[in-house]
Every structure is written in structure tokens, then in C-alpha cells.
């Protein structure tokens, strides 16, 4: 490889996410805030990473339809469709319902252009509704969804929106959080991105960065202890 280039890419952002996390658990006085922060923004990482399939085509684009409607079919299976539906006790995260029946859509025109497909990362609340669904995350004959808990999307709501945002559009200003309010959306975030970089089958071993998992899960074990 070159000397003067240095190479990345998003598995190898995620592991540096792991890398400041473990950092900061081995401080002498590590904040929750920050871990807390650098676990959602592995999560996301997670969920591109178990989405993107070969073509980045799942994980990229504006949606233009608040409803999030999808129709699919699979092994010449009846055509079902999926739309977005409000989670008990959150503002703005969803999730996609049940599959219903439908008619099969429209053929659209034969155009002599391919579409053009925005170069744009589909948000937080999206991914995180997509990990949820077989029709998104069935890759492989191996693959599976990852489910998400009513509550555990309530405590993922509140870190992307009272940690992360309020960190990232920070304006100077003393901050409160729980202590174990952070430890525990920490740990749903840990938890989650093992279960989409081990468990979902859409992740390969060999493509990992070496260690990444024994780092994840001693990262999962800290945050376990009494003291934090």
C-alpha cells in the first residue's frame, strides 16, 4: 500500500469506535456520555454494515414517502406490503409492521437510462426499523432480522435524540444525564451490534478487522461491572 494514503473504510471506523470506548472504560474516570455516544455511532455502523448487501442500493437515498410503504415477494410467494407504524411510547422511532396482502405493484416503463440512485445514507431511525425486517436483512440463506424491544427503542430514541443530537449540535451549556440511563442505552448498542456483526449472517468473519469481537465484548463485559 501506498505510505502516503491511509486506508479506511466503515468496519474499520466501527473498530475505532470500540477502540476509544475501551479507552475510556480503562480511564480512571470514564464518562458514560461519551461511551454512550461512540456505542450509538457503532450501532449505526452495525446496521449499514449488516444492510448495505453488495451495492449499497438498501442503505442509500432520500425517502420521499413519509409512510415508508414496501411491497416485496419472495419464491413466487404472494405479494405482501409493509409500512411504518409508531412504536408505544416514542416520538420518533418506528418500526415496519407486520406483512399484509396486496396487489402486486405497477410496472413501471422500460427507461433507456438506469436510475440514478442518491448517494445519500439512509438515517438512524430508518436502519434502525429496516434491521428489523426479514425482507431487508434476508441476504443469505443464513440470515435473520434482529429484533428490537418496545423498550429498548424507547432507551435508543433517547440516545439518538438527548445524547448524540444534543452532542452534535451542541451549544455550550452544562448537561445532565443518568448514569444508568447511559450504561444501559450503552449496552442495548453493544448488544445490538454483536447480534448484526456475529449472529445476523450478513456479516462475513473474514471480512472483520481482526479482534473486533473479542474488543466489542470486552467493551459489553466493562459495562456489565458494578462499578459503572
Known amino acids: 500500500m501506498d505510505a502516503l494514503l491511509e486506508e479506511i473504510d466503515n468496519l474499520k471506523l466501527l473498530e475505532n469506535n470500540y477502540r476509544h470506548i ?4 480503562g480511564s480512571t474516570d470514564p464518562s458514560l456520555f461519551r461511551i454512550a455516544r461512540e456505542t450509538h455511532h457503532g450501532l449505526y455502523r452495525a446496521m449499514v454494515q ?14 420521499k414517502d413519509k409512510t415508508r410503504t414496501a411491497r416485496y415477494t419472495r419464491d413466487r410467494a404472494p405479494w405482501v406490503e409493509i409500512h ?55 441476504h443469505y440463506m443464513m440470515s435473520k432480522p434482529v429484533p428490537v424491544t418496545d423498550s429498548e427503542m424507547q432507551t435508543l430514541e433517547w440516545v439518538h435524540e438527548d445524547i448524540r443530537n444534543e452532542y452534535e449540535h451542541f451549544v455550550p ?3 445532565l ?19 448484526l456483526l456475529r449472529d ?7 471480512d472483520l478487522p481482526q479482534g473486533i469481537l473479542q474488543l466489542i465484548e470486552r467493551c459489553h463485559s ?4 458494578p462499578e459503572f
Open 50 to 63: 449488516a444492510l448495505r448487501g453488495t451495492a449499497n442500493i438498501a442503505i442509500t437515498g432520500k425517502p
Open 173 to 175: 451549556k452544562t448537561y
Open 84 to 138: 411504518r407504524v409508531p412504536v408505544p411510547g416514542c416520538r420518533k422511532a418506528w418500526r415496519y409492521s407486520e406483512p399484509s396482502p396486496c396487489t402486486p405493484p405497477e410496472m413501471l416503463p422500460s427507461r433507456s437510462q438506469p436510475t440514478q440512485v442518491e448517494d445519500y445514507l439512509l438515517g438512524f431511525y430508518d436502519l434502525l426499523a429496516m434491521i428489523q425486517r426479514e425482507c431487508f436483512m434476508g
Open 200 to 206: 445476523s449472517g450478513n456479516v462475513f468473519g473474514s
Open 177 to 195: 444525564a443518568p448514569r444508568d440511563d447511559l450504561r444501559r442505552a450503552s449496552l442495548i448498542c453493544v448488544d445490538l451490534t454483536l447480534r
Open 22 to 25: 475501551e479507552f475510556e472504560l
Open 222 to 225: 466493562k459495562l456489565t461491572e
